[in-house]
Structures are given as structure tokens and as C-alpha cells.
């Protein structure tokens, strides 16, 4: 057994043996949903203010709205009644680091997990690489306020979501845990 699952698992005994959350109703109970980055340094449970059971948290590379958020952000509402919708990206993003050029060069050339320095992104070893990275829209961030209103825009316009629904633009700042609005993402979102 690797050291991180008998982690994990130790950690999930001591949670359930005091477990007394099992009461909690499918919808959230503050009815609104946070589509966030995947960053390990992002906990939406403390910048929001959240408990088990408040809100939905969408969780992926850069926090997009891909086709599987808003997938994810419509059931919310659709099925489970969240009403308001935070977009909320944040500084220092790995996705700022490559372009999908360079993603699709690495995957081309070995599936092995790749390095970075000061001059970028290297494969550390021999293929087998894929050409099937080509063919996916790897949604990187050239700008974060950009692509925050890119996000809230294209979640605002899709046909599945209802135009009385809010949308709101927060970049989270990595260093002083601090959410700083976007106002045209906001303005955007309205």
C-alpha cells in the first residue's frame, strides 16, 4: 500500500468515526454553485465560508467553463435549485505556464509526466507519446481577468442556462487569500 493511501484512508476512519453529516439534503442549502480551479492551494470551503451541505463546488484545470462545467453548473440548477453562480479563477495558475501548442507537443512526444524551468517545459523521457492531445481544447490562460470574462460570458450566453441566474467574476489571490472581483465578468454576469 503506497504511504498516500494509507494516508488518505487512516484520515477517512477518524472523519466517519465522528461522522454526523449524513442527514445533510442533496441541494445545497445556500443554493448557489463556484466553479474554481483544481489548485491544490484553493480551499473553497474556507475563501467562501462554506460548510458540508451550503453550495456546489466545480472543480477543474483553471477553473473553465468547459462543456463538462456548464454541464455540471445546469444540473445544479436544473435538479437541485442552486440560484447564483460564482466563476472564480486565481493568480499564479499553471495554466498560464504552457499554451496548447506546448501541451500538444509534450503529449506527442512521451505521456510521461513532464518538468518545467526557467526554460519551460520538457519531456523527461522517451515516447511512446499521442497525437490525441491535438484535438482538445486545453482552455490555457493567457489573462486572468480575460478569462474570467470569457468563462462568465460563455456560461451567461449558453441556451441551457436561464438568463435570471447570476454570474460572478473573482479572481482568488494565491498570496493573500483575498477574492478580487472582476467587474466587467460581474457586470457580464448579470
Not at 494516508?7 to 445556500?30: H, I, Q
Not at 477553473?63 to 435549485?81: N, Q, W
Not at 467574476?169 to 460581474?186: C, F, H, N, Q, R
Amino acid at each position: 500500500m503506497s504511504n498516500v493511501l494509507n494516508e488518505v484512508l487512516m484520515a477517512n476512519r477518524d472523519y466517519a468515526a465522528s461522522f454526523d453529516k449524513g442527514d445533510l439534503p442533496m441541494p445545497p442549502g445556500r443554493h448557489f454553485a463556484i466553479l474554481t480551479c483544481m489548485d491544490a492551494r484553493l480551499d473553497p470551503a474556507k475563501y467562501a465560508g462554506l460548510s458540508e451541505g451550503d453550495a456546489h463546488v466545480i472543480r477543474n484545470a483553471g477553473g473553465r467553463a468547459s462543456d463538462d462545467a456548464i454541464r455540471s453548473l445546469v444540473i445544479s440548477y436544473k435538479l437541485l435549485g442552486t440560484r447564483e453562480w460564482f466563476v472564480i479563477h486565481h493568480t499564479d495558475c499553471g495554466m498560464e505556464t504552457f499554451t496548447d501548442d506546448i501541451m500538444r507537443g509534450l503529449l506527442g512526444s512521451s505521456l510521461k509526466a513532464a518538468t518545467v524551468d526557467a526554460d519551460g517545459w520538457h519531456d523527461c523521457c522517451e515516447g511512446p507519446g499521442s497525437a490525441e492531445g491535438k484535438y482538445i481544447d486545453w482552455l490555457t490562460i493567457k489573462d486572468q481577468a480575460q478569462s474570467v470574462l470569457e468563462d462568465v460570458v460563455r456560461i451567461k450566453s449558453h441556451p441551457l442556462v436561464p438568463s435570471d441566474i447570476p454570474v460572478y467574476g473573482y479572481i482568488y489571490d494565491v498570496k493573500s487569500g483575498a477574492l478580487i472581483e472582476v467587474p466587467d465578468a460581474t457586470a457580464a454576469g448579470k
